[in-house]
């Protein structure tokens, strides 16, 4: 389905929420369930040894590679796995995910339309990655207002006691960062970490209403740049991908929201090295499996 279909079906959608979006709109609870409070023991212990059996221990070590897993399966207790996960690395295109969030956040509060033209350039920005759509949609949405967005203690996407999470202090056009992040000094930043908890937050209608959720699922589905995680993922067939990456030189960066039948789960990887996409491909799978077919793991070893 291409875009401006896309984004017509959108519009209908909205029409029908559009009532009640006027007569209240809903305002994000604080999270007061926190998702690092659900590391758990033994999906550590899996996510350590995909790392070790692909041999990629020396990156991670080093700090090359950050990785987080959480199995949301079971809705109410979510499972956390993750690996240099509050290390804040440049993320180049990731972070459109937060301009997404901006944009709904708005259009929740009544500041942006979702008529043809925006939720296409939001398709755009998300699916195909189209930098022109970023700048227009983050334009739409507003710069301070968008790093207000991120570090409201409602959402707190971008946390300092956190080593910083999810940012943008810059367009995706040519022009200078017009404000880094404070404690590392990036213009599109994000860990492992907080973009997984991004999707957590998406999955559980606390980033926007339900309605606004469902539309933000609809943008990040469908991905056109098959690479990274979506190619490692199709070595196992039969799964859905919410997902967002980002390439810059020799910076990788992946994450995915995955539905495979009765499992779900959410996926993020963050490379600084030349073979940094590939090392995403080849973790897809056995991540995986880490949810879906732990059985597959054990018996690899």
Sequence with gaps: MDSTNLSRRLARLCAAFALAASASVAVAEPATRDLEDRTDP???RGLNGVVRDLGLTGEVESGR???ALVDLSQRDAPRLAMLNGHDMV???SLPKIAILLGAFVEAERGRIPLD???LGEITRMIRFSSNEAATRVLDWVGRDRL???LQSPAIALYDAKRNGGLWVGKSYGREDAYRR???NHLSHGATAFQVARFYWLLDDDRLV???FASLM????SHPAIRHKFVKGLERRPGVEIYRKSGTWQDFHADSALVEAGAHKFVIVGLAHHKDGGEWLVRLAAPMHDLVVSPHRVASAR
């Design 42 to 44: 033994a999906l550590q």
């Design 65 to 67: 590679l950050s990785l």
């Design 90 to 92: 440049y993320a180049a």
């Design 116 to 118: 043809d033209t925006h």
């Design 147 to 149: 790093l207000a967005i």
């Design 181 to 183: 992040d404070p404690i």
């Design 209 to 211: 209403a339900p309605q």
């Design 217 to 220: 699922k609809q943008a990040l």
